[in-house]
């Protein structure tokens, strides 16, 4: 029998929207991170740029759940993707993921998306910054550069709250013991638990260490992904040596600041007031083709606020533009869409919409 795995007609290419895939592999890569990777049942090549990442489609009692994670390997693996995930106190996904999630087990993605990539921003030296699990989209760069033998001069500083928590460290030894131009420093927070010893860096990476480790930082292009307050703190030694912030990348990991809840809560009481004042006659309608609903919204509310005034579920993760996971078709009319990198410029030319972000300028078709 023909082996037809790599037949160009069944082979076919992973581009943003729904896919379903299944877990082929589980690998505990410390107590609390575990790598889930992933393949579909018929061959995908799995393309995208180094640093963005999916949204997974979950249940989880009964209640659906989307959770976007950084994709932690490299397109030069192309049959396959993996996601790393840190078990989080009290985080109802992480958790269920690592209780939950096996081989063999099916779900639904969505993605690729994020402007976060090493592609868009090519240097011939740079500088990669991680603080935890904020590892995860460097290490997919990491991992391309190696296997793609690129010419590039990489100074990489992760840092780990302990010895145990260090994450791809045999990996990360490996791919820097055998480049010359890729230089590996590793920063621990403690090292005094249950025994453990440490001999390398110890603390937070302030200026002195950055000025110690990588003297010519000023003049890399830089990649910083970690808790919020890890990118602060990084900012502000960068800012206040007058780097030039356009050659600065960042993709963060953690909750949402209180002060941006604050917002959004005021700007909810804002529309609810403005509502009140609108006039009939200024209300325009959403409708939604396959369902046979439709709608009058305010101007300002968005494509996906009228799916919910009706009960449709369009599927989001973000709210944000930047998932992607509410991408629909406009079958007539305009919206004015404010994203933030989750919808390429071929699906806007093909006519589709990230709902979240997509306000009608009149009245509207939508495929849904």
Same mark, same amino acid.
């Given at each position: 029998?023909?082996?037809?795995?790599?037949?160009?007609?069944?082979?076919?290419?992973?581009?943003?929207?729904?896919?379903?895939?299944?877990?082929?592999?589980?690998?505990?890569?410390?107590?609390?991170?575990?790598?889930?990777?992933?393949?579909?049942?018929?061959?995908?090549?799995?393309?995208?740029?180094? *640093?963005?990442?999916? $949204?997974?489609?979950?249940?989880?009692?009964?209640?659906?759940? #989307? !959770?976007?994670?950084?994709?932690? @390997?490299?397109?030069?693996?192309?049959? @396959?993707?993996?996601?790393?995930?840190?078990?989080?106190?009290?985080?109802?996904?992480?958790?269920?993921?690592?209780?939950?999630?096996?081989?063999?087990?099916?779900?639904?993605?969505?993605?690729?998306?994020?402007?976060?990539?090493?592609?868009?921003?090519?240097? +011939?030296?740079? /500088?990669?910054?991680?603080?935890?699990?904020?590892?995860?989209?460097?290490?997919?760069?990491?991992?391309?550069?190696?296997?793609?033998?690129?010419?590039?001069?990489?100074?990489?500083?992760?840092?780990?709250? @302990?010895?145990?928590?260090?994450?791809?460290? !045999?990996?990360?030894?490996?791919?820097?013991?055998?480049?010359?131009?890729?230089?590996?420093?590793?920063?621990?927070?403690?090292?005094?638990?249950? *025994?453990?010893?440490?001999?390398?860096?110890?603390?937070?990476?302030?200026? !002195?260490?950055?000025?110690?480790?990588?003297?010519?930082?000023?003049?890399?292009?830089?990649?910083?992904?970690?808790?919020?307050?890890?990118?602060?703190?990084?900012?502000?030694? /960068?800012?206040?040596?007058?780097?030039? #912030?356009?050659?600065?990348?960042?993709?963060?990991?953690?909750? $949402?600041?209180?002060?941006?809840? +604050? +917002?959004?809560?005021?700007?909810?009481?804002?529309?609810?007031?403005?509502?009140?004042?609108?006039?009939?006659?200024?209300?325009?309608?959403?409708?939604?083709?396959?369902?046979?609903? @439709?709608?009058?919204?305010?101007? $300002?509310?968005?494509?996906?606020?009228?799916?919910?005034? /009706?009960? /449709?579920?369009?599927?989001?993760?973000?709210?944000? *533009?930047?998932?992607?996971?509410? !991408?629909?078709?406009?079958?007539? *009319?305009?919206? +004015?869409?404010?994203?933030?990198?989750?919808?390429?410029?071929?699906?806007?030319?093909?006519?589709?919409?990230?709902?979240?972000?997509?306000?009608?300028?009149?009245?509207?078709?939508?495929?849904?």
């Amino acid at each position: 029998m023909t082996d037809t795995f790599m037949n160009p007609i069944t082979t076919q290419t992973w581009s943003n929207g729904r896919h379903l895939v299944r877990c082929v592999k589980v690998i505990q890569e410390t107590w609390d991170v575990r790598t889930f990777c992933f393949m579909a049942e018929q061959p995908v090549l799995f393309f995208f740029k180094p *640093g963005q990442f999916v $949204t997974l489609e979950l249940e989880i009692d009964g209640v659906p759940i #989307m !959770r976007s994670y950084t994709i932690s @390997s490299s397109p030069s693996v192309p049959y @396959s993707f993996s996601i790393t995930v840190k078990r989080m106190p009290g985080g109802i996904v992480s958790n269920w993921l690592h209780d939950n999630l096996k081989q063999g087990d099916n779900l639904a993605v969505h993605g690729p998306v994020g402007n976060f990539n090493c592609i868009d921003y090519p240097a +011939e030296k740079a /500088l990669f910054l991680s603080g935890g699990v904020g590892i995860t989209p460097l290490m997919s760069m990491v991992r391309w550069y190696f296997d793609t033998n690129a010419a590039i001069d990489i100074n990489f500083i992760h840092s780990a709250r @302990s010895p145990k928590d260090i994450i791809y460290h !045999r990996e990360m030894e490996h791919i820097f013991s055998r480049i010359p131009e890729f230089k590996l420093h590793i920063v621990c927070e403690r090292s005094d638990e249950l *025994g453990e010893s440490w001999y390398g860096l110890r603390g937070y990476v302030n200026q !002195r260490m950055l000025e110690l480790i990588a003297p010519d930082y000023l003049e890399r292009e830089i990649f910083c992904c970690g808790p919020t307050p890890y990118m602060n703190a990084v900012k502000n030694i /960068l800012q206040q040596n007058g780097f030039n #912030m356009a050659h600065y990348h960042e993709e963060s990991f953690g909750a $949402t600041p209180i002060e941006v809840e +604050e +917002e959004v809560l005021e700007l909810v009481e804002q529309a609810e007031q403005a509502a009140e004042d609108v006039q009939q006659a200024d209300l325009l309608q959403v409708e939604f083709a396959s369902s046979g609903k @439709s709608v009058r919204i305010l101007p $300002t509310e968005t494509v996906h606020a009228a799916a919910s005034k /009706l009960g /449709l579920h369009i599927p989001k993760a973000c709210g944000m *533009g930047i998932c992607g996971t509410c !991408r629909v078709e406009l079958k007539s *009319g305009e919206v +004015e869409m404010e994203h933030n990198g989750g919808i390429t410029d071929e699906d806007v030319a093909d006519g589709y919409i990230l709902s979240c972000c997509s306000r009608p300028k009149g009245n509207v078709v939508v495929d849904f």
